[in-house]
T-cell receptor
């Protein structure tokens, strides 16, 4: 069974540009989570999607946004890139809103570098 | 607000040694606790998940314990190997929400 996949592996942008990161969850999983791992800051929660809707977002500015498609894959968009957006962006999936928290399975990440 | 702390931040041990990694959390109202492994520049690999009703969970050489009342979990690694070298992270769901709050991790180095 395929795990969580993310694309691209690496992304290099300049300040002010937009970045789009993609995630495909494990087959059968309906929940997708996005996390940011910036150097020295640890893993921070960004967004949670389930059944096509945004369920929760972390303490990030509105230029971080995303969506979930009918096939449960997800896209993270970062507008007006700033140098401090350089980080490893991790996507995770879980079976869905079963009433309690489930194991989250993580993808390999997208390394975003903002120059 | 849930806060997760991991001690020590780094640990270096000789091959074959048994070791314990510590994780503490401030809000004991958790559904579960998850331990992950992260190799440099890579994603996270789920190692163990302990439900709030459990005290221990084992997988191979790994054993994780959970004491909700004291807000602590430990990850025991038996007979460590150089391939165990990685950063180990613990995480808990944040209250009624589903997203995980992570500790800052313990960087483990197992010397041959």
């Amino acid at each position: 069974e395929a795990g969580v996949t993310q694309s691209p592996t690496h992304l290099i942008k300049t300040r002010g540009q937009q970045a789009t990161l993609r995630c495909s969850p494990i087959s059968g999983h309906t929940s997708v989570y996005w996390y940011q791992q910036a150097l020295g800051l640890g893993l921070q929660f960004l967004l949670w999607y389930d059944e096509g809707e945004e369920r929760n977002r972390g303490n990030f500015p509105p230029r971080f946004s995303g969506r979930q498609f009918p096939n449960y894959s997800s896209e993270l968009n970062v507008n007006a890139l700033e140098l401090e957006d350089s980080a490893l962006y991790l996507c995770a999936s879980s079976p869905g809103r079963s009433g309690r928290a489930d194991t989250q399975y993580f993808g390999p990440g997208t390394r975003l570098t903002v120059l | 607000k849930q806060e997760v702390t991991q001690i020590p931040a780094a640990l270096s041990v000789p091959e074959g040694e048994n070791l314990v990694l510590n994780c503490s959390f401030t809000d004991s109202a958790i559904y579960n606790l998850q331990w992950f492994r992260q190799d440099p520049g890579k994603g996270l690999t789920s190692l163990l998940l302990i439900q709030s009703s459990q005290r221990e969970q084992t997988s191979g050489r790994l054993n994780a314990s959970l004491d909700k009342s004291s807000g602590r979990s430990t990850l025991y690694i038996a007979a460590s190997q150089p391939g165990d070298s990685a950063t180990y992270l613990c995480a808990v769901p944040s209250g009624s929400a589903r997203q995980l709050t992570f500790g800052s991790g313990t960087q483990l180095t197992v010397l041959p």
